[in-house]
């Protein structure tokens, strides 16, 4: 009889307290600046040294490329697979150019596996779309690679 009575005290004082509960997705939550989410990728500053790829604890990171007309190595394809990386922030460690950097991005959910692995033209719009230079296109957002 005493354990419910002290339950019943802490129900009730938290009856005061103010409510933190979301409307989400009309208000999205306020994450911290360290937050982990979905990678975003600029090509254009990637020197292909592979060091993202070396450095990732599942190997989810695939990357290729090839010498163009100025002898310099010009990235042909970046994949990530987002069905088994962990969001840990070691590819964006190690990149000496930044080409890859995490984002507040949280939304990958998806009813077909294939929709998780992503390129680097999705991940380029990922960029594009964290700096303002895209619309917010939900259904462009989503799952094409």
């Known amino acids: 009889m005493f354990g419910f009575l002290k339950g019943l005290k802490v129900t009730f004082a938290q009856l ?3 409510k933190v509960t979301l409307m989400y997705p009309d208000e999205m939550p306020d994450f911290g600046e360290r937050f982990r989410g979905v990678h975003k990728f600029s090509p254009e500053k990637c020197i292909v040294c592979n060091q993202c790829a070396r ?4 190997s989810c990171i695939s990357l290729s490329g090839s010498r163009g007309g100025d002898k310099k190595l010009h990235i042909d394809t970046y994949d990530i697979n987002f069905e088994i990386c962990i969001l840990c922030d070691l590819c964006t460690e190690v990149c000496p150019t930044e080409a890859i950097q995490m984002t ?4 990958l959910a998806t009813y077909n596996r294939v929709d998780l692995y992503k390129n680097m033209f999705w991940l380029d719009d990922n960029r594009k779309k964290t700096e303002g230079i895209l619309e917010h296109d939900a259904s462009s957002f989503g799952g094409e690679k």
């Open 16 to 18: 005061t307290h103010k």
């Open 55 to 58: 450095v990732c604890p599942t």
């Open 104 to 107: 507040d991005t949280f939304e």
